[in-house]
């Protein structure tokens, strides 16, 4: 399987309004009915974040959001690439990476660049009314899963720390390591009686 990852080859292509969305998307394994609930609760949340600063979630920019969601929340730009197209025909790269920009703008979506993947914001609006927060992402380096966590308060101390002594403007925290699971089977191979036991 190769994919060609191709710089915005077509700037200037208009960026087409994608039709509706199809009642399904192509290859993706289907949601549950739950899930396509969660879905559209996040996607009317994200448009009413954006209607209270004045400012607008475009089909476009929804559309991508909904293909992250359904995506487990996370995924290169160039899946994001793919399944636009699946759904809507031809749409140019820079397109998607267009509306990604907004998305990230707005905090409804961030960039994990030590894995070079977009995830959707994790926090809703009652973690964080005012949605301006500093992304604290735990990324692990082994199954490569990335959590953000609502702890604020942590990327923030961070921050802060940051600023106070090194003048540094911080924007969000990525923090490497093994996630719980990759960690517990490593503690598992360390110590073979754990798993003798069982
Ligand atoms: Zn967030
Ligand atoms: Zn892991």
Redesign the pocket.
Known sequence: MSRTRKPAADPATPAAPPSPAPAESAAKAPLSRTQRALIATRLSEAEQLCNDRGTLLTPLRREVLKLLLERGGSAKAYDLHDDMRNAHGRVAPMTVYRALDFLMQM?LV?RVDSLNVFIA???GEADSPDHN?D?LMLVCTRCDKVV?QAAHEVASRLSTELAERFGFAAQGVEVKGLCRECAATDRRAADPSETARR
Do not use: L, P, R, T
Request: proline share 0%; hydrophobic share 10%; glycine share 0%.
């Open positions: 905090q961030h914001c994790s926090h927060h992304a953000e």
